[in-house]
């Protein structure tokens, strides 16, 4: 069972930058490649960027490309999402999320993330 702590959210003016950080509990982190998503309220959970096991191979969402960088530590079992150039619409409680996986390389599909963190809110003020 693998545990997840987001942390990092907060209110920030558009334009602004937050980093969130999402600790892992267990000692296999590198086992797992790991994903973001968010909830904006009275929408769905959509998908914000995954990177695989090592880190060598990441993916975004078209609506934060360019703006959001994912990265991770297996050393200190932590995913990162750094958010530049927030905009109101941003604005959403954010979630990390853990799929088992085969390959260091492979980015899992949305069905394969089994543990999820509890989300910290973002909200992005115009």
């Known amino acids: 069972q693998v545990q997840l702590v987001e942390s990092g959210g907060g209110l920030v003016q558009a334009g602004g930058s937050l980093r969130l950080s999402c600790a892992a509990s267990?000692?296999?982190?590198?086992?797992?490649?790991m994903g973001w998503f968010r909830q904006a309220p009275g929408k769905e959970r959509e998908f914000v960027a995954a990177?695989?096991?090592?880190?060598?191979?990441?993916a975004y969402a078209d609506f934060v490309k360019g703006r959001f960088t994912i990265s991770r530590d297996n050393a200190k079992n932590t995913v990162y999402l750094q958010m530049n150039s927030l905009k109101p619409e941003d604005t959403a409680v954010y979630y990390c999320a853990a799929a088992s996986v085969g390959t260091i390389v492979r980015l899992p599909t949305r069905g394969e993330y089994k543990y999820w963190g509890q989300g910290t809110q973002v909200t992005v003020s115009s």
């Open positions: 267990e000692r296999t982190f590198s086992s797992y490649a």
């Open positions: 990177i695989s096991r090592t880190g060598g191979t990441t």
